[in-house]
């Protein structure tokens, strides 16, 4: 059974460009979660979904961040304009309702030059 | 303000040695308690879990935790590292309201020399 799948799993992408990460969560999950990782800020719950719809999205840095949900198969989380502070691992998790726990994703590591 | 502390942020043991790192949390009302391991370049994974009961949780390769909850803790214990387990690990606290949101403490990475 897949797990979470997120891509891509590198990027590099120069400052003021837009930049969006994918990711599928596991088939029948209806929460769906974009954390952010950082040396200084360790990880950090930016945005969650349930049945496609936001339901907080007070982790979210600034305007610049949107994440959409549009099925219930496929998320993304974009940012526009990048900046360098950007640079982190970001990671989406799933997970089912009446369950606590969240599957994570291999992570897409950004960097902004 | 709801938080996770870890207050031990590198450890280097040897093999065979054993191993303690703190969670401590500041939660208003009940919680669900978590320790996720991220190996090396791979995702993070769920290495133990406590919702309630005994609070002595055995989880995966060998770790445990105790719930204290007068102390607002949570420590991951194992008696004896395997260079294996190099990892970082984290500490995550939920309510169980059922608002879902974790709550992660910075992490914890742990080196074991062969």
């Known amino acids: 059974d897949a797990g979470v799948i997120q891509s891509p799993r590198h990027e590099v992408t120069e400052m003021g460009q837009e930049v969006t990460l994918r990711c599928k969560p596991i088939s029948g999950h209806d929460y769906l979660f974009w954390y952010r990782q950082t040396m200084m800020r360790g990880l950090e719950l930016l945005i969650y979904?349930?049945?496609?719809?936001?339901?907080?999205d007070s982790g979210m840095p600034e305007d610049r961040f949107s994440a959409k949900m549009p099925n219930a198969s496929f998320s993304t989380l974009k940012i526009q304009p990048s900046e360098p502070r950007d640079s982190a691992v970001y990671f989406c998790?799933?997970?089912?309702?009446?369950?606590?726990?969240?599957?994570f994703g291999p992570g897409t590591r950004l960097t902004v030059t | 303000a709801q938080s996770v502390s870890q207050h031990n942020h590198h450890v280097i043991l040897s093999e065979a040695a054993s191993l303690e790192l703190g969670c401590n949390y500041s939660y208003g009302g009940t919680v669900n308690l978590f320790w996720y391991v991220q190996y090396p370049g791979q995702h993070l994974q769920l290495l133990l879990k406590?919702?309630?009961?005994?609070?002595l949780v055995k989880g995966i390769k060998g770790f445990e935790a105790e719930f204290i909850k007068s102390k607002f803790s949570f420590n991951l214990r194992k008696p004896s590292v395997q260079w294996s387990d190099t990892a970082e690990y984290f500490c995550a606290v939920s309510s169980t309201s059922g608002t879902y949101k974790y709550i992660f403490g910075t992490g914890t990475r742990l080196k074991v020399l062969a």
């Open positions: 406590y919702f309630s009961g005994d609070p």
């Open positions: 979904f349930n049945n496609n719809v936001p339901i907080d």
């Open positions: 998790a799933s997970k089912t309702s009446g369950s606590y726990e969240q599957y």
